[in-house]
């Protein structure tokens, strides 16, 4: 994958445990390894083709054994001083041979129209397009693991807060308790204390089916047990950008569409060199022996059946070299329509580079404005948490002094917890729109791992 400068200031966004899970995640995705074959396949099919300029070399045996007859009409001929005539008419003949045959043969091409280095560099294009979607796929899953660690730690956040408010609704409950004792208090407040801690229960068990459904995604994608990925503990704190990405020329699938594009190029000069003539070399040394011939001519004039025989005829060794040429003349249109269909995909991969460079960069600033909007959340939930802190301080004393009932304590617990948790959300969706902003300008996974 090709890097660019950093964008952002020197900032640890991912802690060096997350870092390990996301590369065994990397490892473990059984979709990478699927997609790094297919990769892999094509580079393969490159080096089969470089081949076809080597030459080609054959070895040829055989044994054969001829049993047959046939029928045959020469020329007339004469004999004068016997006034005999020879072949007159058709005559028929009978062959009973056998034969072997060993050879070697060697053919090399020597020019094929520019094909073969065209299909070669073709299908390196093809591949290298191809090792661009697999990163692409890369950043996808980067994204998600840590999304879905940031969903953990948000989780723990919550934790904390239910803890923090059974603390302090425990002491309300055991004044309350004292109060009742006393007559300075109604079973009423007692009620209300206990329906809001049944609430906080009733939270603690949503909060537990969630997180074990986070980790059961984990485990599955990262082939890693719950222990391992339950080490993974860090703070959410907000991603700070010092500098914004100005555009999207990184971004992996618009290299790996602009490296189909050289691919096609190499396949249409591939497909206009196919109507030129393949020239190529050849050679060959090869062994013939025919033996136990009988050949029986019939009918002949005077001497009825002849009988010819022989015990073999050998050729031994037999040279041959050369240059050939092979020249596809007409091929019914069929040369001619491929290169209409290269065309074709020529224009169809133009026009997906077009609209994905377009929306790409749509994306960009939608994701610009989320990620500001989201620092501006951020800050505004600072104060928030400035004032639920002292409402609940306040409501508290005042409960405390007889001037407000259990209602409006409550209340000012609910709104603490509701203005805590939103604060942690607004952390979450910050970090989520950076990671977004990062993963639209291609440069998520770098600026993870630097």
């Given at each position: 994958?090709?890097?660019?400068?950093?964008?952002?200031?020197?900032?640890?966004?991912?802690?060096?445990?997350?870092?390990?899970?996301?590369?065994?995640?990397?490892?473990?995705?059984?979709?990478?390894?699927?997609?790094?074959?297919?990769?892999?396949?094509?580079?393969?099919?490159?080096?089969?083709?470089?081949?076809?300029?080597?030459?080609?070399?054959?070895?040829?045996?055989?044994?054969?054994?001829?049993?047959?007859?046939?029928?045959?009409?020469?020329?007339?001929?004469?004999?004068?001083?016997?006034?005999?005539?020879?072949?007159?008419?058709?005559?028929?003949?009978?062959?009973?041979?056998?034969?072997?045959?060993?050879?070697?043969?060697?053919?090399?091409?020597?020019?094929?129209?520019?094909?073969?280095?065209?299909?070669?560099?073709?299908?390196?294009?093809?591949?290298?397009?191809?090792?661009?979607?697999?990163?692409?796929?890369?950043?996808?899953?980067?994204?998600?693991?840590?999304?879905?660690?940031?969903?953990?730690?948000?989780?723990?956040?919550?934790?904390?807060?239910?803890?923090?408010?059974?603390?302090?609704?425990?002491?309300?409950?055991?004044?309350?308790?004292?109060?009742?004792?006393?007559?300075?208090?109604?079973?009423?407040?007692?009620?209300?204390?206990?329906?809001?801690?049944?609430?906080?229960?009733?939270k603690k068990v949503?909060?537990?089916?969630?997180?074990?459904?986070?980790?059961?995604?984990?485990?599955?994608?990262?082939?890693?047990?719950?222990?391992?990925?339950?080490?993974?503990?860090?703070?959410?704190?907000?991603?700070?950008?010092?500098?914004?990405?100005?555009?999207?020329?990184?971004?992996?699938?618009?290299?790996?569409?602009?490296?189909?594009?050289?691919?096609?190029?190499?396949?249409?000069?591939?497909?206009?060199?196919?109507?030129?003539?393949?020239?190529?070399?050849?050679?060959?040394?090869?062994?013939?022996?025919?033996?136990?011939?009988?050949?029986?001519?019939?009918?002949?004039?005077?001497?009825?059946?002849?009988?010819?025989?022989?015990?073999?005829?050998?050729?031994?060794?037999?040279f041959m070299v050369?240059?050939?040429?092979?020249?596809?003349?007409?091929?019914?249109?069929?040369?001619?329509?491929?290169?209409?269909?290269?065309?074709?995909?020529q224009e169809i991969?133009?026009?997906?580079?077009?609209?994905?460079?377009?929306?790409?960069?749509?994306?960009?600033?939608?994701?610009?404005?989320?990620?500001?909007?989201?620092?501006?959340?951020?800050?505004?939930?600072?104060?928030?948490?400035?004032?639920?802190?002292?409402?609940?301080?306040?409501?508290?004393?005042?409960?405390?002094?007889?001037?407000?009932?259990?209602?409006?304590?409550?209340?000012?617990?609910?709104?603490?917890?509701?203005?805590?948790?939103?604060?942690?959300?607004?952390?979450?969706?910050?970090?989520?729109?950076?990671?977004?902003?990062?993963?639209?300008?291609?440069?998520?996974?770098?600026?993870?791992?630097?």
């Amino acid at each position: 994958m090709l890097l660019m400068a950093p964008i952002v200031k020197a900032q640890e966004y991912v802690s060096p445990k997350l870092k390990q899970v996301v590369q065994q995640a990397l490892l473990s995705n059984r979709g990478l390894k699927l997609k790094s074959y297919e990769v892999t396949k094509v580079q393969l099919e490159a080096e089969g083709v470089d081949a076809k300029k080597l030459p080609h070399v054959s070895a040829t045996g055989l044994y054969t054994y001829i049993n047959g007859s046939g029928q045959i009409d020469l020329p007339a001929s004469s004999i004068p001083l016997f006034d005999l005539g020879l072949f007159e008419g058709a005559t028929d003949f009978g062959l009973r041979s056998q034969a072997a045959f060993v050879g070697v043969s060697a053919k090399q091409i020597i020019f094929s129209g520019l094909q073969i280095p065209n299909g070669q560099k073709a299908l390196q294009e093809k591949a290298k397009a191809q090792q661009y979607l697999v990163e692409a796929n890369k950043e996808n899953i980067v994204k998600d693991i840590i999304s879905t660690f940031d969903q953990l730690m948000l989780l723990k956040e919550v934790d904390k807060l239910i803890a923090d408010s059974e603390i302090r609704l425990k002491k309300e409950q055991e004044k309350v308790n004292k109060a009742i004792e006393n007559g300075l208090a109604i079973p009423y407040d007692r009620d209300k204390l206990k329906l809001a801690m049944l609430e906080l229960d009733e939270k603690k068990v949503e909060v537990e089916g969630n997180r074990n459904l986070l980790y059961k995604k984990l485990e599955q994608e990262t082939s890693l047990s719950f222990d391992e990925l339950n080490r993974v503990v860090y703070s959410l704190t907000p991603w700070n950008l010092s500098e914004l990405p100005a555009g999207v020329e990184n971004r992996l699938e618009l290299k790996a569409l602009n490296t189909s594009a050289k691919a096609y190029e190499y396949v249409y000069k591939k497909e206009k060199g196919a109507s030129l003539p393949a020239v190529f070399a050849f050679g060959s040394v090869n062994y013939l022996n025919v033996f136990d011939t009988q050949l029986t001519i019939k009918d002949m004039p005077v001497v009825g059946n002849v009988d010819l025989s022989s015990n073999h005829l050998k050729l031994r060794p037999n040279f041959m070299v050369g240059v050939g040429a092979k020249w596809d003349i007409f091929t019914g249109g069929e040369h001619r329509n491929k290169l209409k269909q290269v065309k074709i995909d020529q224009e169809i991969n133009a026009m997906k580079l077009a609209d994905t460079e377009e929306k790409l960069n749509l994306l960009l600033e939608k994701n610009k404005v989320t990620y500001a909007t989201s620092r501006q959340r951020y800050r505004v939930g600072e104060q928030q948490i400035k004032i639920a802190e002292n409402n609940l301080v306040l409501a508290t004393k005042q409960y405390e002094a007889g001037l407000i009932e259990m209602t409006e304590r409550l209340s000012a617990e609910n709104d603490w917890y509701k203005v805590k948790l939103n604060y942690y959300n607004n952390i979450l969706q910050q970090r989520q729109a950076a990671m977004d902003l990062l993963h639209t300008s291609g440069t998520l996974v770098q600026t993870m791992f630097e």
